[in-house]
Each structure stands twice: as structure tokens, then as C-alpha cells.
């Protein structure tokens, strides 16, 4: 086995090992800014903006990217045959195909919004195609590729060591298995910035509603609640309740995801002391008036589970524990069987 494939080998069962651990234990919250991530066709090519036109090291959303092999001058084009389709270029391809960053489905990954409107997605085995929403078959864990800080792999959250890179023999970006992608000459990405998204007014003004409507309810002077969230007004707190579910549940699905990116903080931003009012609310009063949990937040759940909280953890790490070991032993035994194949 050459250096190179030696090399190549190495990276991708060490990532996808880390991945798999990491998947299953962690939750890292991407950054982000108080913007809707809402749906838009439109940026500005301001090439004063930080990182425009380069080869990027990180990723933010709202940046408009274009997507590009790590060994070859060509970018992902149009998908035919449930493949992305390699557009040559020369020199830097700021004429290739956009796609805006946006905030996917799991903390931390990322939506590839294209210009037709709809995500980058994975749905089985080798094929890309895309989606009106964003969902686990729509976001990607984005990591970089060894120690090159702009050469990345994207890993679909929908599907287990699923990744997006360039075929180089396929002539094609494609999503491959890890044991596909030992066998197949493939490539890394990487991401060339040409400017930076927009968000539409009107989605923002309807995020900025929901969050002005809640806080009016529940925080201030004049609110249902007192400043320490408490009320003798329960009525009043059930239906103020079910008519911001309401609005919640209108709010497109990548709003949604913001909000659910953000912390509970009293002393934060407008979005920020809403959710941390939002879980101390429904802590207090969510049982006795049969309130729904329709921000789905973990902070909830942690305190309602408490009493259960021992088993569950020591359920939850045994299983842990056994799936982490059979996936690690698993990529160890297949890295050693390709040792021993290539140093024949």
C-alpha cells in the first residue's frame, strides 16, 4: 500500500470512528447570530466581506458556498441519476452552483440550501438527492479532513458512516460508505465562499413576532407572570399557551431549528430569556395544566425524568457502551484486514 492510500485509509476509519463515538455522546451547538434561517434564492457578492472568495476553514450560516472536489478543478453541479454532477473550472469557481449554509436538524450540523429552494439530502445507499425540508435526511455533520484545514467530509446524520465526496473514477459527487470509499479512489471537499445570504423580512418578521408575543405574555410589567415566572392566573397561562403553540407550529422548519440552537438564558437576548422562561413555565406548571412540551426542550425533559434520571443514565451507558464497542472493534478489524491485504 502506498503512502497516500495509507494515509487516505487512516483518516477516513479514524474520523469515522470518532464520528460514531461522538454521534452518540455529543451535541455541539453550531455558531450562529439572530437570524431566521429561512428559505432565500438571493446574496450579495460582496468581495469585502470576510473570507469571499477563498477556500474556507469553518463554516457559518448564511454563507453561500459553492462546493468543490479537493483534488480536482471541478464543483457539484446539477443532480441527474441521483448524482451530483462535476462542472469544470478554472482558476477560482465563483461561477459554479450555490448553496447557502443553514443550521440542519442535529446541534452542530449543517442544510445546504440550493437555489431551486430545496436541501442537499441523502436517502439510501449512493444516491443524493434533496429536500423541501430540513430533516436528519437533509443536515450534515460537517469535519475536517485530517489536517488539511480546507479539505472536509460531510457526513448525512440519517445514515450511519454516509459521506459526501467526489468520485474521482465515477467522475461524480456521491454519498459512499466508509468500506466503499476504502476501495474507490475518492476526494474530500472543500467550500469557496462567493458571498453571503440574506434573510427574507418576512419570515424574520414572523420569528421576531412569536418571540415579542411570548415575552408580552409571560415576561414584564404586565404580563401573566410575575418576573420569577409564578402566577395565580393558570387560566390565563393555559390559553395564552395553546395559542402560541399555535404560532409556533407556523413557523417554518428552519426557524424552528434556530430556536431550538439557542440556550435558555434570562439575562441573554429576546430569544434567549423566552426559552428560559418557556422551561421554567412549564416545569412549574406543565403537569397540573396538562401543557404541552411543543419546543421539544431537553431542559424539560432532564427536570420532569429526574426522579428516574440513575436508571436511565446506567440503562443508557450500558447500551452505549456496547454499541460504541462493536462499532470501534468493527473499523479496527477492517483497518488491520486492509494492512494485511496491501502489505502483501
Known sequence: ???????????????????????????VSAKSAFEVEAKQQTYSADTTADNTNTYLTSLTHNDVVVITSSEKNVSFGDIKNKQGQEVPFSGNPVDGRKFVVKAGSKAGSFAFLTTDGDYLAWNYGNTITTSTEINSNSSWDVSRWDNDKTHFFMANTAGIFRY???????????????????????APLRFFKVGVASAGAAETTTLQNFTDEFNSNFIGTGSICD???????????????????????????????????????????????????YVYIYNKYGKSLGLNNFMARDEIVKNIADTNKNNNLATNAGAIGVVALIGGLTIILAYVSLRKKYSK
Not at 420569577?228 to 404560532?247: A, D, I
Open 164 to 186: 459526501l465526496v467526489n468520485g474521482i473514477s465515477d467522475n461524480a459527487f456521491a454519498t459512499y460508505g466508509v468500506l466503499s470509499m476504502i476501495f474507490t479512489d475518492t
Open 227 to 277: 418576573p420569577n415566572g409564578s402566577t395565580t392566573n393558570t387560566q390565563s397561562v393555559l390559553e395564552q399557551w395553546t395559542l402560541l403553540e399555535q404560532q409556533y407550529n407556523s413557523l417554518d422548519s428552519a426557524s424552528k431549528v434556530f430556536v431550538a440552537e439557542q440556550n435558555p438564558d434570562a439575562n441573554g437576548s429576546d430569544i434567549e430569556k423566552m426559552i428560559a422562561q
Open 1 to 27: 500500500m502506498n503512502k497516500t492510500n495509507a494515509t487516505r485509509i487512516t483518516s477516513i476509519l479514524l474520523a469515522a470512528s470518532l464520528i460514531f463515538t461522538a454521534g452518540i455522546c455529543l451535541s
